[in-house]
């Protein structure tokens, strides 16, 4: 190893490091270390300016080991590295020690135990930047093509801008038409637009685009690959209909025998075994569910078939495997609505009368099962009184901890349909109204002067009279400080929040990506990487990632089609060589590091050793941890630069 020449930078990063950590000490405890050079601090190291010193001490000092003290790697460590390549220094010869968010941030009331900190972790990172070793990135080629998992709004969206900007485009969805909750909506805040109006125009789009491949009824079963080259195998169920051959034209629902509760509606009316979702669908035909039909059994019934003069009905439709290679994906497996049953104090699923958001949006649709009237599902009459029940599913301790976002302005909304339709009386007890969205306020604002009564306070329980099917809301009015009661109640409506949809665990087993608390797929970056996964390549959009309105939704798909395009756009990527490598003298083939792996990046060569797949390692280090021969280790991450960083804090402890 040549001799090493270390740079020290220390950033104020204005007065967020220097207001609390000493960066003179700092400076004085560093600057006659072995290998140390020259120590140098500046106001933002990050700035141009600040790179300007940095290239010219490497320059002048002819450094070939960098340490700077800044903030968290995940801010700045692309900047730094770009500025040492700039210089001709290798960019992986340069370690970050955090005494931001790992000092300053969190010691501020302690400056002379920050400042000791501070010089612990500089030390640490001088000790391994005299060990690290200039590495070279893998090149991987691009496929230019995206599968998208899920056609909402928000797959839909990034589907249509990346095929307008010429790529391939697989489309996946679960159900036997796109749209996805939207197209069960009638309005949309807070303008009140016509939410089909929006939607069926991209979904058409959609249906007719050459550069779309749509798979109706269909989830990914398994991908493997990594960035750019993805293999995915996707599993179709069968539709029963010819989507070619089927014209739409209803004769075979008409004639069908069977009833079931339409899931489109809210199970508040029913469909046929054989049916279209809604008018809209896209594709535009037929699904024979074959789990209701009579027809299953030795052609017991078989009616829809004899009477399809297009010949479109088959039986022995099978399931099919389809195998597609992209290059990015993209999850927009959207929301589904909290199970109100789950808060047996208000009754639902007991009391008929109580109902939640998506059956209420059902009955205002004028092609819902009321034709846009809100009645009593006890008798199908109208409400002259309903209350809306805030936050059901949501910040609360015993079920989801997080706000919903959108259920303020669903029942907001909704409310002020109702009045406006029936003029009937409306409470809406809430705990905060959040109208967080250009307009919302205004509209919040308009409804309430409508006439729509707005209590802030938790409802406590609904209980139900058996003979007049009335209801009865007791809770609080935090504002006047006392219990309230409303007797008498027509309808109670739940404002459900929203939960991550069922696909969720299984996409995200399929991809290897994370999930946070909530529930909801995890992104790398709140503020700089929010619709990126931890995996390069994939991207979340919409509510998949988690709680929000339709405007966020579609500005999140159209990110994530952004990110999809600058990856396939270049053709060729640089992937980081932070992934471990085998020495097959010591490998014994057991097999324990692919086990273990958590990104599939390990296999058995043609030789019998483990052979590890750079475009898929992310350098965890896992499969090192648990080698018993020490056959594997980590670049970037050595065993000898992380002892040399405990011996170095260990010396300063013994010293002490």
């Known amino acids: 190893m040549p001799e090493r020449r270390i ?123 005299r060990l690290l070793e200039p590495l070279e990135e893998t090149e991987v080629t691009i496929k230019k093509a995206t599968l998208i998992v899920g056609a909402g709004i928000a797959g839909i969206s990034a589907a249509l801008d990346l095929a307008n900007a010429g ?98 509606d809210a199970f508040l009316t029913y469909r046929k075994a054989i049916y279209i979702p ?24 078989g009616k829809c078939e004899d009477k399809c003069e297009a010949k479109a009905i088959s039986y022995d439709d099978k399931e099919k495997i389809i195998e597609v290679e992209v290059g990015t994906i993209i999850v927009s497996t959207g929301f589904d609505l909290f199970e109100a049953s789950k808060k047996e104090e208000y009754g639902y699923g007991h009391f008929p009368n109580v109902v939640n958001l998506g059956e209420i949006e059902r009955m205002l649709s004028s092609a819902g099962p009321t034709r846009g009237h809100v009645v009593k599902p006890s008798n199908l009459k109208e409400p002259k009184k309903i209350v809306y029940v805030q936050c059901v599913g949501s910040r609360d301790e015993l079920s989801n901890k997080y706000c919903s976002r959108v259920c303020c302005m669903t029942a907001i909304k909704q409310a002020r349909m109702i ?54 809301v007791r809770g609080e009015d935090t504002l006047l400080g006392k219990p309230i009661q409303l007797d008498d109640v027509d309808l109670v409506v739940l404002s459900t929040g929203v939960v991550a949809a069922d696909a969720t665990n299984k996409i995200a087993h399929a991809l290897n990506l994370s999930i946070s608390p909530d529930g909801f797929l995890l992104e790398a970056h709140p503020k700089l990487r929010p619709v990126d996964s931890f995996n390069d390549g994939i991207f979340v959009a919409g509510m998949a990632q988690g709680p929000k309105d339709i405007p966020d939704t579609v500005a999140q798909a159209k990110a994530a089609a952004s990110g999809a395009m600058a990856l396939m756009g270049k053709g060729k990527i640089n992937v980081e060589p932070y992934y471990s ?61 992380i002892s040399a960083m405990i011996q170095e804090y260990l010396s300063t402890r013994e010293g002490a």
């Open 7 to 129: 740079g020290v930078f220390l950033c104020h990063c204005g007065s967020n490091i220097a207001g609390v950590v000493d960066l003179e000490v700092l400076r004085q405890a560093v600057e006659n270390l072995p290998d140390v050079e020259v120590v140098s601090d500046y106001k933002y190291v990050c700035s141009k300016p600040g790179q300007k010193i940095l290239k010219d001490s490497i320059k002048k000092h002819k450094l070939n080991g960098i340490v700077i003290a800044s903030c968290s790697p995940r801010m700045h460590e692309p900047t730094f590295r770009q500025a040492l390549r700039e210089i001709g220094l290798n960019p992986f010869l340069l370690e970050i020690a955090n005494i931001r968010e790992h000092v300053s941030w969190i010691h501020a009331d302690d400056p002379k135990a920050a400042t000791e900190k501070a010089i612990d972790l500089v030390r640490m990172a001088i000790a391994r930047a």
């Open 419 to 472: 009045r406006d339709k029936t003029g009937a009386t409306i409470y809406v007890f809430y705990i905060d109204l959040r109208t967080f969205g250009k307009g919302y306020e205004e509209f919040y604002e308009s409804t309430a002067a409508a006439g729509v009564t707005f209590i802030r306070g938790r409802v406590g329980e609904i209980l139900q009279n058996d003979e007049t099917m009335s209801l009865t």
């Open 581 to 641: 490598v085998v020495d097959e003298d010591r490998c014994a083939g057991c097999q324990v590091c692919i086990s273990v792996c958590p990104y599939n990046a390990v296999a058995l060569n043609e030789r019998g050793y483990a052979e590890v797949n750079p475009a898929l390692c992310k350098g965890c280090g896992t499969c090192t941890s648990t080698c018993a021969s020490g056959a594997i280790s980590s670049q970037h991450y050595t065993d000898g630069q």
């Open 278 to 301: 809604f008018a809209q669908a896209v594709p535009s035909a037929y699904v024979l569910d074959m789990d209701n039909c009579l027809g299953v059994e030795a052609v017991k019934c």
């Open 167 to 264: 790529f391939n485009v697989y489309l996946v969805e679960k159900e036997p038409s796109i749209g996805g909750k939207m197209s069960r909506w009638d309005k949309t805040f807070p303008t009140l637009d016509c939410s089909s109006c929006i939607l069926t125009p991209r979904m058409a789009e959609v249906g007719n685009h050459e550069n779309i491949t749509l798979l109706t009824m269909a989830e990914v079963e398994e991908v493997e690959g990594y960035v750019g080259n993805f293999k995915v195998k996707i599993r179709q169920n069968p539709r029963y209909v010819d989507i070619e051959k089927c014209t739409s034209c209803g004769d075979c629902s008409d004639i069908c025998p069977v009833d079931i509760p339409a899931e489109f």
